[in-house]
């Protein structure tokens, strides 16, 4: 008798066990669980998240059909390795964890800063995806993008005890339903309580701060690579997104050849950990399709 | 033995007789099948639309899970009176309509003008109303609105044999797929044979055209109106309507309270007609919400 289960296919995210793999001078920490059949889903993480900020709503729903792969990117929480100040090197790094993991042909679904990796590795690396989910996220030089709006910046910045109460007014809008779907959602991601990772450090905040001024820089024509994209997409956001405005949502929608736009009500940047049975139910809808 | 059935729950959109209903000196044309649960449904036409413009694959969808009431609005099809050439007239007159069936609360369903008029539907009997749906739709001077592009107009205007075909540049976008639904949606329109609606007069459509101007005239502060209408609201529409262009769907759900976008790829003013299957998910999933 083991006392020390192995991983198998009934790990949920509350219990998949950190694992780790080597790629291009990075150890990269990751989680793997669900259903191993169909094409598994890698997801990406937003700014200042790690492996422990997924909604274990919506990955252990999507375990269900499929294998999850929750990523820390280069020098995010217990991976090693330096962050990159552009997305193109997130992408790449993000791009051989996949490889490394030997995952020939995957989905993705980027969240946020999360989002913008996954646009760039689609980019790269067009047949390594088969779909799009993208949340809460913009095109390249979107609509207020360069940079976070003042009244949004400093609730980065902000101490809280304890901290993760930070994505309250970051995720979720001011009304009482949303903030009661927000503390729901912190008990989610509370609800692991071994094998934790660790917070992002300072050094990789700042680098990412600089990728994200970068992506976000407006520029003519910055929109003209989306017609390239021809996978299908699902692109979900809050009604008014602070952090990344909502009306990207629907420049993504109008630029990428084949996506799907779908806009919650009363919500902001995190609106699939507020509507989750809903995001759920759509989601599951599209990577079944 | 009857030879003639009474009409009953089994009835379907290809054989629920046609029926009438006087009310405020109109005799209204509507045909009313589908599950006696629930909160009904009353589904409010396009331009140029009678009851056999419906889509079955909807209603019929629709009909599984409550009560389906197809309508047509004074002066439209069958139905006597007048047109009016306001929406502000269509409204009262489909309200009538839906008080004589004494009917107390319904969900409404509105397409385009038929959008229109479930707005200000809402906007004068909040308490008639419990849920809506608005596709292919936009707001009191809404975007492009006005009156329809120079390359939109004459397709309204032109003969075809059969005529119906005029449909597939107005809901379908150029696309081979879109065309290919277009042709799909015109099969199942032409489905039924038996108790045919009739053409709407070109007095009517004269008087709809007025009210459609009137709707879509630019004016300041003309969205105002939408946040007054807390009921949950489901907009819908294509990622390209040359009818009613789609950033009015934006518009919509960024000014309703309580609304839910969706847009799907590909497709023009009649994205409903193309996505049927994903969009008759949606609308189960909202309706039984």
Redesign the interface.
Known sequence: MSSQPEPNKADTAANAPTQFVDASGTRFAYRRFGNPIGTPIVLLQHFMGNLDNYDPAITDALGQGREVILTDNAAVGLSTGVAPETVAGMARDAASLIDALGLERVDLFGFSMGGYVAQQIVLDRPELVRRLVLVGTGPRGGDGMAQLAPDTAPLFGKAYDPQDLMWLPIFFSPSEASQAAGRRFLERIRARTEDRDVPVSETTVAAHSAAAREWGAAAPGSFDYLKGITHPTLVVNG?EDIVVP??NS?IL??N???????????SNHGSHFQFTQ?FN??LS?FVDR
Request: glycine share 4%.
């Open positions: 009604s909502t009306i629907y929608q109008q990428l050849p084949n996506a799907e736009l779908i806009l919650f009500p009363d809903s139910g759509y809808e």
